[in-house]
């Protein structure tokens, strides 16, 4: 069975701090892994990974795949508490012709002042 | 663009009541989901269509029907509405079978009573 977890569930931080979440993934013909940030509503793109070692930036976010140990994790630098929201990342499972997506539980970051 | 929209933002069923939930899309994409968004669980796949008049069953399929007639328009089911299905229900739309990228709407929040 596919099964993306993230770790932590939740982590509370202040601003200016730097964090790191984590994402393992057992996915039947591992396609490419996708990270979303979700604040009160819709979740909003961030990454694609698909290659493993190389990393994806963009600002103070980004993220690196480990496609042999089976994990990614996205790094914040200096945060600020507009990134307070849950992180999702999703397995995209190849070998199908809609592009299945297995989600984790997501971590929830807090970020106070 | 509005991108992808969902009507309506909040419903309050009795069980046993029937309803439907509106997903549209203004960027001609090809591909379209329902997920529903579980404390806990992470984004789970009800229904997907990967065209215009196709529909197929995803993770969590019992209890939903949903329907395809027009390419940007996407409707979820329920046909006798259960406690179990209070959720928060999402939509997404993917260009197609080469990008991955799904796009998501704000949202349907729906309790059953």
């Known amino acids: 069975e596919d099964k993306v977890v993230q770790s932590p569930l939740s982590l509370v931080v202040h601003e200016g701090d730097t964090v790191t979440l984590n994402c393992s993934y057992e996915?039947?013909?591992?396609?490419?892994l996708l990270w979303y940030k979700q604040e009160k509503k819709a979740p909003t793109f961030l990454f694609m990974l698909?290659?493993?070692?190389i990393e994806k930036k963009s600002g103070r976010l980004s993220s690196i795949l480990d496609k042999k140990e089976l994990f990614s994790i996205l790094n914040i630098t200096a945060t600020q508490t507009g990134d307070s929201a849950i992180y999702l990342c999703?397995?995209?499972?190849?070998?199908?012709?809609?592009?299945?997506?297995?989600f984790g539980q997501g971590t929830i970051l807090t970020v106070h002042p | 663009n509005a991108g992808v929209t969902q009507t309506p933002k909040f419903r309050v069923l009795k069980t046993g009541q029937s309803m439907t939930l509106l997903c549209a899309q203004d960027?001609?994409?090809?591909?379209m989901y329902w997920y529903r968004q579980d404390p806990g669980m992470g984004l789970r796949l009800i229904h997907y269509?990967?065209?215009?008049?196709?529909?197929a069953k995803g993770e969590v399929p019992d209890g939903y029907n949903v329907s395809r007639l027009k390419k940007q328009n996407f409707l979820l089911g329920l046909e006798s509405a259960a406690p179990s299905q209070t959720s928060v229900y999402f939509c997404?739309?993917?260009?197609?079978?080469?990008?991955?990228?799904?796009?998501f709407g704000p949202g349907t929040r729906l309790t059953v009573t």
């Open positions: 999703a397995g995209v499972l190849g070998g199908t012709s809609y592009g299945k997506l297995t």
């Open positions: 960027m001609n994409h090809e591909y």
């Open positions: 698909t290659s493993s070692g």
């Open positions: 997404a739309s993917r260009r197609d079978r080469v990008l991955e990228e799904q796009y």
């Open positions: 269509s990967v065209g215009e008049g196709t529909t």
């Open positions: 996915v039947t013909n591992f396609r490419s």
